[in-house]
């Protein structure tokens, strides 16, 4: 059974870094996409960043690109967002998500994603 638990949300000041993490279990995710979401309070689900894990393939959304980046762990099975220059329009809860589908960069975003975790809170304070 395939379970994806996100972690290290939590309050931070603008301007500062958070660093959240994926642990992946129940597969082996060498051929997976994984993607990284966030649904702000009154907000649809949107799309932040996803990585290929078999290719490092990365693709970011725009407000994403410069300040986070998206990087996988194979010995620990985990992917990461480290997320610098933090926003209070980036508060949400993120969750991490895979799907087995694969395409390139730009077609990351609208992947089949099958699997999610429960997703961890970031509050950036102003």
């Known amino acids: 059974q395939v379970q994806l638990v996100e972690s290290g949300g939590g309050l931070v000041q603008a301007g500062g870094s958070l660093r959240l993490s994926c642990a992946a279990s129940g597969r082996t995710f060498s051929r997976y996409v994984m993607g990284w979401f966030r649904q702000a309070p009154g907000k649809e689900r949107e799309f932040v960043a996803a990585?290929?894990?078999?290719?490092?393939?990365?693709y970011y959304k725009g407000s994403a690109k410069g300040r986070f980046t998206v990087s996988v762990d194979n010995a620990k099975n985990t992917v990461y967002l480290q997320m610098n220059n933090l926003k209070p329009e980036d508060t949400a809860v993120y969750f991490c998500?895979?799907?087995?589908?694969?395409?390139?960069?730009?077609?990351?975003?609208?992947?089949?994603?099958?699997?999610w975790g429960r997703g961890t809170k970031v509050t950036v304070s102003s």
């Open positions: 990585i290929s894990w078999s290719t490092s393939t990365t």
């Open positions: 998500a895979s799907t087995s589908s694969a395409g390139g960069a730009s077609s990351l975003a609208a992947l089949p994603y099958d699997y």
